[in-house]
């Protein structure tokens, strides 16, 4: 069975300051990955996606995440983090050649809050 | 080009009574799949639509059920609601041949 672990509940960062959030998975092979950012009341809109090849995926809002198979995970980061990025983050994964079968396991999310 | 649309945005509920909620998926899309989002929860997955069958489910009760109709629209019906059924019910799209899912901006159901 697929599983997602976002160790960090919630973090607060200045804005302008760099940010790193955390993104474990277990599967037994390598599985397909996202990061999606929903903003209070609204669905969840995607940042970016690892399928294959090179392991630093850039996303969109200047995101990017790199997926370490040696480590099972796959962490997002930005440089340099504006107010509007403040939401919840949540890390997803998918299996693989799975035919029309192929739900999104969630990790519980991780709520962003920026200081000015 | 619209994206996924769901309707009703919000909805009350009486406990035992039955809800119906709905879903376009976005154009040229044709595999639907239902989210339930609990407050301070990620989206727990329902089940999955595929040429008007359930492909995949999660681990709900029977109490869920879908629909799929031949212009891959989608209802979520949820029958003998319970207060913890109060959540935001997600519809997630797909191109079969491609992986991404969009999202739609769920329905938010109370259960009083």
């Known amino acids: 069975a697929q599983s997602v672990t976002q160790p960090d509940i919630h973090i607060t960062v200045s804005e302008g300051a760099s940010l790193e959030l955390r993104c474990n998975y277990s599967y037994g092979a390598t599985p397909y990955l996202f990061w999606y950012v929903q903003s209070p009341g609204q669905g969840l809109q995607l940042l970016l996606k690892y399928f294959s090849g090179d392991t630093l995926v850039q996303g969109i809002k200047g995101f990017e995440a790199e997926f370490k198979r040696s480590q099972s995970s796959f962490n997002l980061r930005k440089p340099s983090v504006h107010w509007s990025d403040a939401a919840e983050y949540f890390c997803a994964v998918g299996a693989r050649n799975t035919g029309t079968a192929s739900k999104l396991t969630f990790g519980t999310g991780t709520r962003l809050q920026v200081t000015l | 080009d619209a994206g996924v649309t769901q309707s009703p945005t919000h909805l009350i509920k009486t406990r035992g009574q039955q809800v119906t909620l709905r879903c376009s998926p976005k154009s040229g899309h044709d595999t639907v799949s239902w989210y339930q989002q609990a407050l301070g929860q990620g989206p727990q997955f329902i089940f999955q639509?595929?040429?008007?069958?359930?492909?995949q489910r999660g681990n709900f009760p029977d109490r869920f059920s879908g629909h799929q109709f031949p212009n891959y629209s989608s209802e979520l019906n949820v029958n003998a609601l319970l207060l913890g059924d109060s959540a935001l019910y997600l519809c997630a799209s797909r191109d079969r041949g491609n992986y991404g899912y969009t999202f739609g901006s769920g329905t938010r159901l109370t259960v009083v």
């Open positions: 639509y595929y040429e008007e069958e359930e492909r």
